[in-house]
């Protein structure tokens, strides 16, 4: 039993701040439901939030399809949130993961259009590479800036995005256009797709993303090269003074977190999407950012970050056509959430919560890496 | 003096923190008009605790406060001001890009109509009121360009601003050159004579015997003795700090010096800031001997220790160790070569706080056997990790929860202790100590200095630097003096004066 209260403990002492974050963020989104309802012809309505989130927890876990749909949306913010939440563990933040998903969604797709004739076997694996090695040397570059000449990952990584975007355009439409379509897209990837392993939409990607997390657990936990990545993350003379080489970490770990955004865009390509166009949604890249501050950055915070995120994508249609309240109501209640986490003294005050871990380090490193400013004040 | 008013009494204060730790037990402290009052204790006794209860920091358990025998409750720092109370705090909280007249005033800004700052009136009257004190400041000289001396007179200045008559000062002279030491205690005593009060805290004999006209003994959260100057001495001090009789002195015993184990020849090496700061250093250790290097701070010293570590790239010269050039050698090279490192920072360099100790404790060879293995070599096993933690924590008296306690819980002279107990290792062939008992308490000292000496027996090679003249003088077999990056003076330890040393240092040269 005490093993077990311990354990317990421990959960609550990282967990609490999330999940009451989580609470909050629902119910300062049902008073603005509330306040909405008083502007629609339905009138003021104090129970439509019930109603809502009701709708929106049928969307998302009431039935096979939903549940399967919940974790189609989670795959990649499982991919996303781990390449975020690996860059905070080496202090790095890296915001470029919109744009290593794009490119990695576009190499998969285009090498998955080149082996559509190809069998299953050869053709889905290989396109999984060609994402994931696109969007590892697209994390590279940024990396690789910061390791050698200090320019900043978060510049570097938002002008790597738009890169990425006009680059992609510009290729789709010049290079690798598909000939019979009415708009510039990549040809069908055809036996590349991902295998439908159950229902409708359940692809391979999900198992695989539940696998990424432990692998990703094991590194940072495990293996020297994860003591490696935190060392720098938590202070980088020290690690130097320890023999370690800073400059060879950060380049790495913006190419491993670069690796697992391409791999969620391939897996988002050849699971969900199946081409290529200028315009597809890169959403991907920035909730995963908000993954993996839900999630702590720890692996398993993020899978379940990860699958409330995609339930809320999932629950939300059935949510707008029974109970009328617009999806947007979504971006909302993650925004909600974020806002929480950062203002966590909020939350500390209204739950009255003790024995909670007093700082998100994470958030640390966002708010140190934007300002620019001095680590936080460490106890003497 | 015996016979002034009290101005400020403390009784029977208690403090239990929620770890369970009793910080404070019934302390009672008395402060009289014009006292400069030490308070000496080991690290975590409880002094910074009991002065923190005082600037309404921390809220006592039980105990009651008097100022001018009158009962007061203190509930924050705008409280302890109210009430003439200011403290000078370890690490200064000034603004580095304000200028000290700005400082001094922010949060009692002089405004002249309405809203406009008066930074003129301001800084006539910082200008009166250093004079008093003895200090020269030019109150529009921004914070980042003083001397950590100066930083902390303008400290003193902003509390005395405020009025304060009850000054406390929370180990003022850990940051200190000696002749900055000097110059604040002459601030103390000026300060005695317009009235006011100073309570300083401090674990170093020496100075407080110095200044002091009383000195209070903490240990453990309890006052252990009370004592006038002129009626102890620093072995009974040191007695009633520690709890047991302690060797001031250590004894050194003779040394045996073998092979050259370090050769340094024309070393040179640039700063940060790209000066020049060590020029064509040459530099003998042998094994079984300790070298010191004396000198006052930022003659170069912190560039040769990183360049003999790996940590800064030199311009010029050559480093051999045992004969092999290790000169472009990686910090992984140099340490599998025998080359151990204690750093002057211990929070920058020497640990990470967030991790606990056993993982600080194989820190420096966390990817070698048995520390990891496995897969490809790269699998940590922590039960190596664990075990190598709780033999070193026995071996070198690490008090600490245990081997997953974090780091930065640890008072300064466990965490130090858990670096030396990481560097002290079995095959040690150099190793280099900077400032290795910086803000340490007696015991810690003693039991480091005495690691040391025990690891030259062994046949280790030692290099010691260190800004504190004694502690060199009193570790080192030969004594280098550093002067703006080179060696002026080579003494061996029969025949070293202090008071050439000194000059050497101050000057570089041996007639000034």
Known sequence: MSRLGRLARQIWQVASIPLLAIVLAFVVAAVVIVVSTAFTSSGFAPLLPLAAYASLLAGAFGSGTGIANTLVAAAPLIFGGLAVGLGFKAGLFNIGVAGQFLVGAFAAAVTGANLSEAPAAVGAPLAMLAGAFAGAAFGFIPGFLKAWTGAHEVVTTIMLNNAAVLLLTWAVNDLVRAAGFSFPRTGPIGNSALPIILGRNLHLGIPLAVVTVFAVRWLLDRTTIGFEIRTVGQNPNASRYAGMRPIFITTLTMTLSGLLAGIAGAIQMLGVIGFYAPGITASVGFDSIAVALLGRSNPIGILFAAILFGAFRAGAPLMQIETSVPIEIIDIIQALVILFLAADLIVRRVFRVRGAKPIIPELATVTQTWAGGAPPAQPT | ?512
């Open chain 2, 1 to 512: 003096m015996g016979d002034a008013p009290p101005v400020l009494e403390m009784r029977g204060i208690t403090k239990r923190f929620p770890t369970g730790t009793l910080a404070n037990d019934a302390i009672d402290l008395e402060l009289r008009r014009g006292e400069i009052h030490a308070l000496l204790g080991e690290n975590g006794a409880g002094k910074s605790t009991l002065m923190n209860i005082l600037y309404g920091l921390v809220t006592p358990d039980a105990g009651e406060i008097l100022i001018d025998r009158q009962p007061v409750t203190i509930r924050d720092p705008a409280d302890a001001i109210a009430r003439g109370i200011g403290m000078v705090h370890q690490h200064f909280m000034l603004v580095p890009v304000l200028s000290v007249a700005e400082n001094v005033v922010l949060g009692n800004e002089i405004v002249r109509a309405g809203q406009l700052l008066d930074l003129r009136e301001a800084a006539n009257q910082i200008k009166l009121l250093a004079g008093k004190l003895g200090f020269d400041v030019e109150p529009s000289t921004r914070i980042d360009q003083l001397s950590v001396g100066q930083q902390q007179r303008v400290e003193i200045l902003k509390a005395i601003y405020r009025n304060a008559r009850i000054l406390v000062l929370d180990e003022p002279t850990a940051v200190l050159t000696p002749q900055e030491t000097h110059e604040i205690f002459e601030v103390f005593r000026r300060l005695r004579t317009e009235g006011a009060s100073v309570i300083f805290i401090s674990h170093k004999l020496d100075e407080v015997l110095e200044i002091a006209d009383r000195i209070t003994v903490i240990r453990r959260g309890k006052v252990v003795g009370s004592r006038k100057p002129g009626e102890t001495n620093e072995n009974e001090l040191a007695e009633l700090m520690v709890g047991r009789a302690v060797s001031l002195r250590v004894d050194r015993g003779r040394s045996h010096p073998g092979a050259v184990t370090l050769e340094v020849a024309g070393l040179r090496a640039k700063d940060d800031r790209g000066h020049e700061a060590v020029r064509g250093l040459d530099l003998v250790v042998r094994a079984g001997e300790i070298v010191g290097i004396a000198g006052v701070a930022g003659n170069g010293q912190d560039e040769i220790v990183e360049s003999l570590m790996g940590l800064r790239r030199p311009i010029a010269g050559t480093i051999r160790l045992a004969g092999a050039d290790l000169t472009r050698a990686t910090v992984d090279q140099r340490r599998d070569r025998g080359m151990s490192f204690v750093p002057a920072d211990r929070h920058r360099f020497g640990l990470v706080l967030t991790y606990p100790v056993d993982d600080n404790l194989a820190l420096t060879r966390y990817a070698e056997r048995p520390f990891a293995g496995g897969f490809a070599g790269i699998v940590r096993n922590f039960r190596t990790i664990a075990a190598n933690a709780v033999r070193l924590m026995k071996e070198f008296d690490v008090r600490a929860p245990g081997p997953k306690a974090l780091a930065g819980t640890l008072s300064g002279g466990n965490q130090q202790k858990v670096i030396v107990a990481r560097e002290f290792g079995q095959d040690v062939k150099l190793l280099i100590l900077d400032q290795p008992t910086r803000g340490l308490d007696v015991g810690s000292i003693e039991f480091i200095h005495k690691q040391v000496i025990a690891r030259r027996d062994r046949g280790a090679a030692v290099l010691l630097v260190s800004a504190e003249l004694d502690e060199v003088l009193e570790l080192s077999d030969r004594i280098l003096v550093v002067f703006r990056g080179n060696i002026v003076g080579t003494f061996l330890a029969e025949e070293a004066q202090r008071e050439k040393i000194g000059l050497l240092m101050a000057t570089g040269a041996a007639r000034a």
